[in-house]
């Protein structure tokens, strides 16, 4: 599963190594209409809700944040 947040981040910006990289926010690779964009991705493909709470540059630094972030949210369900 992990692997479609790799998609959904690479369709945003195909040129970023998305398997290594934990500095997206850091480094201002994604901005604000990338995370919005990557929120409703991520809501649409793992059927969760990503509240306002959950927005934070700790849980989109990294693909692996983003998929912590994914499994803590289906883990409340």
Known sequence: MM???ITILKNLH??????TC????DDGI??????????????QEFDIK???EHI?????????ALWELVCRLEDED
């Open 30 to 43: 994604l901005d604000s209409f990338d995370i919005v964009s990557v929120i409703a991705e991520i809501s």
């Open 56 to 64: 934070v540059p700790e849980n989109f630094n990294s693909a692996g």
């Open 3 to 5: 692997d479609e947040i």
């Open 22 to 25: 934990d500095t997206l926010i």
């Open 14 to 19: 195909p040129d970023v190594d998305f398997e």
């Open 50 to 52: 990503i509240g306002a």
